[in-house]
């Protein structure tokens, strides 16, 4: 069994930053593709960013491409997304998933498990 827990969301203006991180137990990230899905009030959950597990691959959405980073560190166990010039769109509660093999990393049914989301909010 794969827990994984999200810490790091928060209020913050527009224009500034948080980092977010992913912390797994149970089974190793090196493996791995590790995504950050978020969901705003009313509307569906959409993909943000993913890795694999080494950091070999990264993807992003369209609309966080030069402004989140996603990272991990294998020997924590831990995948981080740094979000800087934070939009108020960005709002939404932030989601980790996990799932090894290959797939469409895209897609929330690839994701054998999910955390449970952290909370962001971006004031304008």
């Known amino acids: 069994q794969v827990q994984l827990v999200e810490s790091g969301g928060g209020l913050v203006q527009a224009g500034g930053s948080l980092r977010l991180s992913c912390a797994a137990s149970?089974?190793?990230?090196?493996?791995?593709?590790v995504g950050w899905f978020r969901q705003a009030p009313g509307l569906g959950r959409e993909f943000v960013a993913a890795?694999?597990?080494?950091?070999?691959?990264?993807y992003y959405a369209e609309s966080v491409k030069g402004r989140f980073t996603i990272s991990s560190d294998i020997a924590k166990n831990t995948v981080y997304l740094q979000m800087n010039s934070l939009k108020p769109e960005d709002t939404a509660v932030y989601y980790c998933a996990v799932g090894w093999g290959s797939g469409n990393y895209y897609s929330t049914s690839w994701y054998d498990y999910w955390g449970q989301g952290t909370q962001v909010t971006v004031s304008s």
């Open positions: 149970g089974r190793t990230f090196s493996s791995a593709v």
């Open positions: 890795i694999r597990g080494s950091g070999s691959s990264t």
